[in-house]
């Protein structure tokens, strides 16, 4: 089984950053897709960003150009830097890993980005 561990959520104000990080521990797959989704108050949980190993990244559109996800396979860890934050990015955000067989999700952690 997978286990993952998230951190770096917080408050903080428009215009501003947040680094994000999730480590995967147990029997990680050597071909797996990591990402991060995110849910805010009365919507769907959406896709942010996901990364493959290799290295192939995919983002929202709505993130393009502010967030950049990567990966350090030794430490099984994926990272979420946000830049350029906005009110419309507050959410609980969870970390998500995928191989052939399982579906794994984090616990999820807050992002407000408000003045």
């Known amino acids: 089984q997978v286990q993952l561990v998230e951190s770096g959520g917080g408050l903080v104000q428009p215009g501003g950053s947040l680094r994000l990080s999730c480590a995967a521990s147990?029997?990680?797959?050597?071909?797996?897709?990591m990402g991060w989704y995110r849910q805010a108050p009365g919507k769907q949980r959406e896709a942010v960003a996901t990364?493959?190993?290799?290295?192939?990244?995919n983002y929202a559109d709505s993130v393009k150009g502010r967030f950049t996800i990567s990966r350090d396979n030794a430490k099984n860890t994926v990272y979420l830097q946000m830049n350029s934050l906005k009110p419309e990015d507050t959410a609980v955000y969870y970390c998500?890993?995928?191989?052939?067989?399982?579906?794994?999700w984090g616990q999820g952690t807050q992002v407000t980005v408000s003045s």
């Open positions: 147990g029997s990680i797959s050597r071909f797996n897709v």
């Open positions: 998500n890993y995928r191989d052939r067989d399982n579906v794994i």
């Open positions: 990364i493959s190993r290799p290295s192939i990244s």
